[in-house]
């Protein structure tokens, strides 16, 4: 059947298809003027569509990447914050040193503001591992490293905290794995700065101050001694003396020191601490009411030596030894309570000494050591004991016995001593007549004791009776013409004569034509006046009553012949006696027994992994073919970043600030390094950032010069399609005007 029953002139044809083609033409330069496209559509042009299709596709691949390179900026620029704050801190930590050099005084106070500075040091050095950690940028931290750790062992630790007087082991700052040998050694030998003592002496007016013993193995310390004199000029003087929080006081009054200025024995004050320190000094008031300005009134600090050392020797690295010492000098790597620490290129070793036990630690051979007590000089130089008999610490005593006749009234010494020595191996005796070494079996296992004796140095060990009236009036001496020898005797002393003293009890005897006058002086300031009729008819006892001095209220009772006194003439009469000697004086030494010692070893080694999860990798581009890595910075102040070491013993040495403050320096370049890496790596990214923009837009550009339509080609084609159509619109009308006539004919 036909598709069109109608038949159409060619005429009207031709115009029909005329019409239907511009009808078309007319709808897709709408759809282009509409969409500002000129293909929008594979139909409309594959090749300019795909090619198109596959710029802008790029383009936002670009645009997702410029995302994601924008945040990776913004990682990069909050560590260079954090890079810019923590070099503030360093500085910051710069000026607690600045401050420590200068308060490097071994004084009381420059010492407690050189911990305080140590402390807030610490603190701020938490704060820069704070301050790095909390510089993350949605879960990317570029200041904390790899995690990269090295610790010591645990096992190495446990064994060191095993030592006695040792605790809290630990390696701080390790850049490297290295082993740490920590060997204690020592006697516990006490003794102190030279120029301290003679500073104590010179500043408090007293003498021969000596500070010795062996340290305590259970009650140590390394306290400096604090001497302190108050009283006044003329007036009782009273010395404190404190070890730690230990302290011993004596009052010294004028009435003892009138005493002991009479006698010529100087007064002396001897103590010993339950740490082992033995403190003895001569005190003479005359002496410290002479020095200058102050009248000896005040406190002096006597820095204290022990001979202990705790060393530590690496292997790796730099291969030393470094000590700390109780008998080195403040500042000079001392050995002090509480932490103490090592600084080695490969970390720093620190442990926490107990100064109370420490030395049952210690490696020592067997040594005696020095007489200490205020007869010290009783005894020259050192004892001596075969070493290996020496089993125990042990304390040895020295004590004497004599008779009243073995004293000699003219070198003011007994001629013979029956000396006793007391030590573990019990009691022995020996005859000491002359000066010089006698052997004792009184050490361990009854070994043998050789001591060099000086007698005079013995007297205030010894023990004798008093002499009895007797053997006083034995010693009779009567010169003068007054009275003879056989006519006066010593008869009684009633009361005793002062202890540890020897006495010459002289009487003056004058007389006239009437009396006789007996005058008594006991060379110590003691004296008595008697007065007798000189034609004395029958036997006169005579009792003086000592007034003054040591032998004041003792009781001398003589007895005169009759008739015996002669006029105008002048005797005096002399009698010798010694008090009761007591040994209220102190000589002993000390023997340390040898000791084996123990040592054990830090080991450090990497106790972490470190690893690449910190390190931020940022694509370039959108295939992903070019990368940048930005690696992550340890700026935390342990040994694999910054290195800046916790301060080391509180800076008490300078060598300690030394160390602090080239950790700094070396740290200052580290950040500035670490600074740099980061700005360079921001400036490459930023590059490529500034490079994605601009090639997003060349990608649109060239997408867009592919697809987009000319709108003024499109608007004038437009115009010359209508106006196309509307001629063929009205030459269809003409055609169809013919036929219309041919109707009109009928």
């Given amino acids: 059947m036909a598709t069109n029953d109608v038949q159409l002139t060619g ?184 120029s301290d003592i003679a500073n104590a002496e010179r500043d408090r007016g007293i003498s021969n101050l000596t500070v010795t013993g062996f340290q305590s193995k259970t009650s140590g310390n390394f306290d ?34 009138a005493i002991a200025k009479a006698t010529g024995k100087p007064l002396n004050l001897d103590h010993q601490f339950p740490s082992g320190t033995h403190i003895n000094f001569d005190i003479d008031f005359d002496q410290i009411d002479d020095v200058p300005d102050t009248y000896g009134l005040g406190t002096s600090i006597i820095e204290k030596f022990v001979d202990v050392t705790v060393s530590v020797s690496n292997f790796n690295g730099v291969g030393q030894e470094i000590q700390r010492s109780g008998s080195s000098l403040l500042g000079q790597q001392k050995l002090a309570d509480g932490e103490n620490s090592w600084n080695f290129d490969t970390g720093t070793p620190r442990v926490t000494v107990d100064e109370r036990t420490i030395l049952q630690s210690a490696f020592n051979d067997a040594l005696v050591g020095t007489a200490y007590g205020h007869a010290a000089s009783g005894i020259v130089g050192t004892p001596v004991i075969n070493p290996l008999s020496i089993a125990t610490d042990s304390t040895y005593t020295v004590t004497a016995d004599a008779t009243v006749a073995d004293f000699d009234f003219v070198s003011g010494r007994f001629n013979s001593l029956h000396v006793n020595v007391a030590g573990p191996g019990g009691l022995t005796s020996a005859g000491v007549n002359t000066d010089g070494v006698y052997t004792f079996t009184a050490g361990d296992g009854n070994a043998s004791v050789d001591i060099s004796f000086l007698r005079a140095g013995l007297l205030g060990v010894v023990t004798a009776p008093a002499s009895t009236a007797a053997q006083a009036d034995g010693t009779e001496a009567v010169t003068g013409a007054a009275l003879s020898a056989a006519t006066i005797g010593l008869t009684s002393i009633l009361s005793p004569l002062a202890t540890n003293l020897a006495h010459n009890l002289n009487f003056n005897v004058k007389t006239d034509d009437a009396q006789a006058i007996f005058a008594l002086d006991d060379g110590y300031g003691g004296k008595a006046t008697i007065t007798v009729p000189l034609s004395n008819a029958a036997s006169t006892t005579m009792v003086f009553s000592i007034v003054g001095g040591p032998n004041a209220g003792a009781v001398i009772q003589l007895t005169l012949q009759p008739g015996t006194l002669r006029a105008d003439s002048e005797s005096t009469v002399r009698y010798n006696a010694i008090g009761q000697f007591t040994a209220p004086d102190e000589l002993k030494f000390d023997q340390r027994a040898a000791q084996t010692g123990l040592t054990s070893t830090l080991k450090t080694i990497q106790v972490t992994d470190g690893t690449d999860q910190n390190n931020m990798t940022v694509q370039l581009n959108e295939t992903n073919t070019n990368q940048i890595t930005v690696v992550s910075q340890n700026v935390q102040t342990d040994g694999q970043g910054l290195a800046i070491d916790f301060a080391q013993n509180n800076w008490l040495d300078r060598a300690d600030i030394d160390n602090a403050a080239g950790m700094l320096d070396a740290a200052k370049v580290r950040l500035r390094s670490s600074a740099s890496a980061l700005n360079n790596n921001l400036d490459v990214i930023t590059t490529r950032l500034s490079y994605t923009k601009e090639f997003m837009d060349v990608l649109a550009e060239g997408a867009n010069k592919l697809v987009v339509a000319d709108q003024n080609e499109e608007g004038a084609n437009m115009l010359q399609l209508q106006t196309r159509q509307q001629l063929g619109t009205i030459s269809l009308s003409l055609a169809n005007q013919a036929q219309q006539a041919i109707l009109r004919l009928f």
């Fill in 11 to 194: 005429g009207i044809r031709s115009n029909l298809l005329l019409l239907q083609q511009l009808s078309g033409k007319l709808d897709r330069t709408q759809q282009r003027l509409a969409t500002g496209n000129k293909i929008n559509s594979a139909i409309d042009g594959p090749v300019a569509y795909f090619a198109s299709k596959g710029l802008n596709r790029r383009a936002d691949d670009l645009a997702t990447l410029k995302d994601s390179i924008d945040q990776s900026i913004s990682t990069v620029k909050a560590a260079d914050v954090g890079v810019t704050k923590i070099e503030g801190l360093v500085e910051q930590a710069r000026g607690f040193i600045t401050t420590a050099y200068q308060n490097l005084g071994s004084d009381a106070n420059s010492m407690a503001l050189r911990k305080s500075l140590a402390d807030q040091f610490n603190t701020l050095l938490r704060q820069i591992d704070k301050l790095a950690q909390d510089s993350s940028y949605q879960g990317k931290n570029l200041l904390v490293g790899s995690g990269l750790r090295l610790d010591a062992t645990s096992s190495s630790k446990s064994a060191t905290n095993a030592l006695p007087g040792v605790t809290a082991s630990r390696v701080t700052n390790v850049t490297k794995p290295d082993d740490y040998v920590v060997d204690i050694r020592g006697t516990g030998l006490i003794s102190a700065n030279a």
């Fill in 224 to 257: 400096n001694i604090a001497l302190r004199y108050t009283g006044g000029k003329g007036k009782d003087k009273t010395f404190t003396i404190t070890e730690g929080d230990v302290s011993f006081t004596k009052t010294f009054t004028t009435a003892e020191w």
